[in-house]
């Protein structure tokens, strides 16, 4: 063990059953939070889409149950008090994503933080933090795509409390609240948000009234600990020492006319310890897809793909964080430097998952994962109906999720955990709009032994006068195959007129008027494929036909699969139409990056692209 | 002379209980499952627990009947091939399934999602749109292409059809229309239509019902329909019941409409059956605990009345419809122990199931299973036979421990007694789901206690969450076939409303309420309830404007025109707003959905009351076992529950025996036979 091991790691002196029953519980806790605010939250984004991320933390901050990392020392340390400040029913509100070092990376999160104290001490923190409808600024939903600063995207509340020893800041709030678009539903969602840090203040209350206070704090260092050995024993059996993996991949552009970005990363391991150095990594963009890169929050994510490719039974915390040295270079679109707009990093975020998957499908034996659809598109539309109310739908949608090591990859499902599409019904029963389509994009997913989720194509036919917002990436760049599997197919956006005309739309465009009677046809990118597609199962080819996911085309030129008019597979002509397909394709490569053009002409394209919209205008 | 009887179709056994309605005698039978043909174990059953009872098929007066067939045909999916036709652009309803992957994050990598219970290949998307929220025709139903695609299905051999169109929830004309031209079409295929499966908003969770619905529908059919005649033939005139997973009974011809509602017609009888018991006894306010082999369902009874939910989970689907709230962990008496690579110890969901069981059962199992901790400290004397069949494999059981010992570097006993803390921990997870996380104090509940394995561990579990008094009714391994006996005729009928206390008043809801009423009383007809006997419950969905949550409060029908109105309604939603989640909004009131629940009482079986006799358990004493508490063996004495009587009190430690279960009496706890023949258990010296 290092000299410089955290002060958790040792000996604990606490019974192994007690201490899986508070690591149990800690575990349902957080699973509670969630229920808690999802059942109370007003936003359909945190209600039907789960967008809410719970922690429990020990005493010194460092997150014991939950999966995005904690900031809490940064968070204390840029408010205007000391750890010794606090007291009993304080709960610190902060959306500024320069104040927690990015553990929020943009605006619309709020995240609340509340010191927990047992007979006087302060025994640990819970957190919570969710995407609210409306924070102000320049476009409805605060995520505007063409801002040049932060301060184009909204109020920014830093690190003050909002609860002062229970007593609720009314008047703060409501300030808060007033800056923003939709003041009820912020209201109500930050209070709901702050009912699920107290069900963990009540449920650790519960662990130290049955345990004993210095039992719970020991079994906090020991779940740390344990979990640390656990990595450990991960990185020694499946990171290779010695050799340096790299990979790269791009972001399309920042909605302003400059791409593509690039994003470069490279792991080693030497001894125990993983680096993972962003070097290389484009500089920070005019626009709004710069991703502040919160460090233990990357940590996090490291280990918990280890985890879940390896062992899923592994709790993951802030124990393993001495594990892994993380290099950001500063003023990087991963590390930008303040007032740079933050809005849209959700591209930046999606890709960073990719290239850490890819370069640990480099690195690790018999282990590949696909690209995906590359972001969490998003759509806003909002305006004001015939009756004079406004109205602002905020709205999420998927593609295609990557070929798996166990099997295809999911059609039109979420690679963030938990999301579920807002349903049609609520959609058109509460907003102006009809939804006419939903449905898989067939063959928009990577061909391959085992194919890429496809993306989807979402037509709204808006019923008012109004404006869309919308962000989507890979439109440009493709979400590559791996390991002899195909790249899948761009997302696309068309705008159809009520006179028939139809306007091809960037994938990130800034309040687009629309009029009654327009439609929108929004189609999302389909994830990579895994393995060499003339290895898929001809009979399993033949029904993805039959279900209209796949076409006959593609079964022909890329599974190489022949079916008869009855759609049933011929296996002579199938065995003769994959024997001439071996024999005039080149090798297979390792990644397929799909047919990218030279950088300067990819750059120009973007710009290109970009110009001709505004020039429409 | 006249005999009702209840009938528990599980997996793997079929339990019967024949209720002499003259001498009310109950009879406990068992026989094996027959699920290739359910209905031929189910009359073997009827007719060996008849002669069991001294009486005949022919003398049957009412019948009880709850199912898993429904249950395990979604867990196994081996239900018939569903055709699906649905709204033109939304074919992919049930295949996109609102894009969701478990957490945590890359939770996508090992998610297995099964295919849609309606293959892409038998949808059908056909022209024709409802306008929401007005549900007016904004293009009318294209016939020709319904019948088409009817054709279409029929010919590629699908076994039923639902229909679930966009907006149906607030106009359905175009899903009866769709109705009748499957009906001209293809008279042979069943069809139901998600405005009546399910009437409410979310494309998603309706479709997924009413295929669920068609899913199971052919061999449910086919299943009473022998059930029916194999009973005619053996002479029987009984007026059979179905249970629904809301424990409430529906005809058979009810349940061949609807099958969906017998997802959970098993657990929900031990459910309803509990509740009974406590009542009965006084003691209204319980928690449930029905511990099996592989998994344990929880629940929390008010006022005598348990918990329901309108979201019904059965493996990986979750849908509408309504259910006894029961919360399945998957602990059980076969969960398998394990130590993880952190050397956590993790006990189930993985069970060695009942082939070849735990390592005890000497059938070739050698995993460490709960019961095999159990054999290894003692709590399952030598004389005890499992079910009564088979012989105790101490050594086994033991080796089974000795792996887990040796991982954790702690003795046999220490290994064993962490494996019963483990899996006590994961039922007591569950139950806090189902009173703590819901506002309610544990220990201001009772614990019902049954299931193979239940009475086994509750003791343990009325220690932790101090609910006591700790009651394990009699028979604890039949408690779904009794619950069964106690239900009622029982439907509920609901719409969508979604509206706002500043859109409507008091007299609009009741105008609503009302015409819901007139739907149950006619239903109640229908199943030969007369109007004497007729009950109804009103309740109204709640949530501020535009929240999820969805809380059912009970109302005052009589209060919504000359009392409070709306304002009764919205002060008992707030109360209970802030009790679950300590805050409450300045926001109008919505009301999602009305519902009325019509009930009518059948009288299934009464409860036997006993004159409480001499406290001494001695006459019941048939030896002694050395078992392991608290860190050491003790000597404890082993009682017959057959020769326990009224009245009579053990002193813990203490092992009470019986046919299908064996109950743990903990030190410092004292077990008292009641005047109902319970045996309920509370802390310290005798009460």
Redesign the interface.
Known sequence: MSADAPDFVGEHDID??T???I???LA?TRD?MD??V?????S?VI??QSDQFPLIADAEGRMVMG?FGSAIDTIIENSPFEVSDLEDGDVIATNDPYMCAGAVSHTPDMLLLRPIFYEGDLVGYSSQWGNLMDVGGKTPGSMPVQAATVFEEGIRLPPVKLYKGGEFDGELLQTFAHNTRLP?HA??DI??L??GT?TAEERVH?LCDRFGKETYVEGCDAILD??R??MI??IHEFVPEGERYTFEDYVDDDGMGNGPIKLHLEIYREGETVYLDWTGTDDQVPGTVNFLLNEKMFKM?TG??LI??F??????NDGYYDLFEVTLPEGSVVQPEFPAALGNRLPMMARQFDVLQATFSKLIDGFS?AGSYGTSPNLVYAGTDSDGNDFQMLEIL?GG?PA???GDG????????????V????Q???YPL???????RADTGGAGKHRGGHG?TK?YTFEEDGAITFQDDRAHTYPWGVDGGSHARTSEKKLIRTDGTEEELPSKVENVPVAAGDRLVFSTAGGGGLGDPLERAPGQVA?EV????STEEAAREEYGVILDDDGSVNADATERQRADIRETRGDLAEFDYGPLPDYDDLEAEIAAERREFDRRG | MSYNLGVDVGGTFTDVLVFDEDTHELTIDKVLSTPANPSEGVLRGIEEATEKAGTSVGELDLLFHGTTVVTNMLLEETGSRVGLITTE?????L???????????????????PDPLA???DTRGVPG?I???EGEETEPLDEAAVREAVRDLQTSGVEAVTVAL??S?LNSAHEKRVREIVAAEAPELPVSISSEIVPE????ERTLTTAINDYARPQVIRYLDDLDDSLEDAGSTAKMNVVRSDGGLMSSEAARNRPVELALSGPSGGVVGAATIANEKGVPDVLTLDMGGTSTDVSLVEDGTPGTTRQTKVGYREFKSRSVDVNTVGAGGGSIARV???????VGPESSGADPGPACYGQGGEEPTVTDANVVLGRIPEMVQLGGRMDLDHAAARAAIEGIAEQ?GTSVEEAA??IL??VN??MY?AL??VS??RGYDPREFGLVAFGGAGPMHANALADVTGAYPLIIPPGPGVMSAFGFLTSDVQNEFSETY?QTDLDVDGAAVHGELESLREEAAAWLESEGVGPSAHEFEYFADCR??????QMSIPIDVDNLVDGRGLAEIKDDFEAR?DRQ???S?D?PLEIANLRVIGKGSLEGVTIEEHALGDVDPSGAEVGTNEVYFDGSYVETPIYDRTELRPGNEVTGPAIVVEDDSTIVVQPDHTATVDRYANIEVTRGESA
Do not use: C
Not at chain 1, 410 to 420: K, Q, T
Not at chain 1, 434 to 440: F, K, L
Not at chain 1, 546 to 549: E, I, P
């Open positions: 192994p059953t201490l899986d029953i690591e149990s519980t349902n509670e229920r808690v999802e059942t109370t939250a007003i359909p209600r039907e999966q009820e209201e109500a209070k709901a702050a009912a107290r519960e344990r979990t050995d656990g024993d991960l994510f918990v793909f879940m490719a062992d899923p039974l592994l709790t993951f994962v998927y999720i798996r090591p166990g999911l059609d039109g499902h979420s690679w963030w955990p938990l999301f579920r599409t349903p049609a019904e609520y058109e029963a509460y009809t939804i006419d389509e939903y449905s898989t989807i037509v029904t039959a279900r209209g996911l | 652009g939304h074919e992919d309803v295949h996109l399934a609102r894009a969701w992957t478990p957490g945590p994050l890359y939770g996508w990598m090992d998610m297995d999602k293959d892409l290949v749109t306008s929401s929220p966009l907006n929830y908003y979310g494309e998603y993880q690579l952190s050397g956590a110890l993790q954790r007694q962490a803390d483990i921990e994961n997870g806090r789901v703590v996380e979604l501020y404007f535009r929240q999820d949550i707003h989640f300590g805050f909004l926001a």
